[in-house]
């Protein structure tokens, strides 16, 4: 498999743990263990856990698209266009992720969390797109 493949899958993976952690760590310092229990949109607890949820709900999909986009170009080069469109994907869910830890409150909209879920949506159809271009 190719290694951008690899690095940019268990780049999510690292993602998403390193965020459960978080929450973890948020859960402990709020003494807010019960799962369900109203949040204050602007506390570090809401904000982790929206950040961890989403990245759990998109890192599967994506290393999914990944694995497939492999298959697909099975012993040919990525090339350019596969390569920096997989990679922009993983940095937008780190710039995604950031977006939801530094904002002010989840009830208001940020750059960050705008511009990797855009680029998450743009380059996911982009790759599906060129996966089914090579099934023809």
Not at 2 to 26: E, R
Not at 77 to 93: E, F, H, K, N
């Amino acid at each position: 498999m190719n290694s951008i493949i690899l690095i940019c899958s268990a780049s999510l993976v690292i993602l998403t743990l390193l965020l459960a952690f978080w929450t973890s760590m948020q859960r402990g310092s709020s003494k807010t263990i019960a799962y369900g229990a109203p949040l204050d949109p602007a506390s570090g607890m809401a904000k982790a856990q929206r950040a961890h949820g989403n990245s759990a709900e998109y890192a599967a999909l994506l290393i999914g698209l990944f694995v497939i986009t492999g298959f697909a170009y099975a012993g040919r080069d990525l090339g350019g266009v596969v390569t920096w469109t997989m990679i922009a994907i993983t940095v937008s869910r780190f710039l995604h992720a950031i977006g939801f830890l530094i904002c002010e409150t989840l009830e208001k909209p940020h750059v960050l969390k705008m511009i990797g879920a855009l680029i998450t949506y743009l380059g996911g159809l982009v790759l599906a797109g060129l996966v089914i271009s090579k099934a023809f």
